[in-house]
C-alpha cells in the first residue's frame, strides 16, 4: 500500500507472477479491499487516495474461495492502513460573512473560536465582507450563531474550499469515542 495525492482515489494493482493466486480469486482480494475502504480503519471513516498492489499469496486448492479472499484481503488491509499512521482529514469551507462595521471583531473572534483563519477583510460603504476558511465541523448553527451577534443584521455564504488533515488532539477525541460507541 502507498498513499496517493489527495483528490486522486482509490488503485487496485496486481503484480501476481506464476499464479501464486489463481485470476479467479483476484477480484476477491479486489473486493474485500474495497469494502474496507469504506468502513475504514479511524472511527469508521472511509479510507480514500491510496494505492493498493497485490503482489505475492497463496491458496489451497480445497479450502480457497472467492469470499475466503475478500475476508482476508479486507483483514490485511486494515491492519496494514493502522501499521502507516492514517490521519482523519476534514472538509474546509470558504466562507464570506457580509456585516455592519461594528460587528467586526465579534464576528473575526467568532470565526478564530471555530479553528477559522480570516484571509481578508473588504469595506463597501457601512458593511464589511470578512473572507475565511474554516473547518465544516466548526460551522454547525452558525446562521443562529451569526443572528445573535450581529442582532440579526448579518449574512454569510459558505462552499467546499479543499480537505486538510484534522488536528491530532481532534483526531484523538473523534477515534476514541468512536471505540466508546462500538463497545
Known amino acids: 500500500m502507498k498513499p496517493l495525492e489527495r483528490g486522486t482515489g482509490f488503485e487496485f494493482i496486481e503484480t501476481i507472477?506464476?499464479?501464486?493466486?489463481?485470476?479467479?480469486?483476484?477480484s476477491g482480494v479486489e473486493k474485500g479491499v474495497k469494502a474496507a475502504l469504506k468502513e475504514g480503519?479511524?472511527?469508521?471513516?472511509?479510507?480514500?487516495?491510496?494505492?493498493?498492489?497485490?503482489?505475492?499469496?497463496?491458496?489451497?486448492?480445497?479450502?480457497s474461495s472467492e469470499i475466503a479472499f475478500k475476508i482476508a484481503s479486507a483483514m490485511a488491509f486494515r491492519k496494514g492502513v493502522l501499521e502507516g499512521n492514517p490521519v482523519l482529514i476534514e472538509p474546509i469551507m470558504d466562507v464570506e460573512v457580509e456585516i455592519p462595521d461594528e460587528y467586526v471583531g465579534d464576528i473575526m473572534g467568532d470565526i478564530n473560536s471555530r479553528r477559522g483563519k480570516i484571509l481578508g477583510i473588504e469595506s463597501e460603504k457601512n458593511i464589511k465582507k470578512i473572507k475565511a476558511s474554516v473547518p465544516q465541523a466548526e460551522m454547525f448553527?452558525?446562521?443562529?450563531?451569526?443572528r445573535s451577534i450581529a442582532r440579526g443584521r448579518g449574512s454569510f455564504y459558505m462552499k467546499l474550499s479543499h480537505y486538510e488533515e484534522v488536528p491530532l488532539h481532534i483526531q484523538e477525541k473523534i477515534v476514541e469515542e468512536s471505540k466508546k460507541e462500538k463497545e
Request: charged content about 15%; glycine content about 12%.
Open 141 to 146: 448553527n452558525y446562521s443562529k450563531d451569526l
Open 41 to 63: 480503519a479511524l472511527a469508521g471513516y472511509p479510507v480514500t487516495d491510496i494505492c493498493v498492489n497485490l503482489y505475492d499469496g497463496s491458496y489451497h486448492s480445497v479450502d
Open 17 to 26: 507472477f506464476g499464479g501464486a493466486i489463481p485470476k479467479g480469486y483476484i
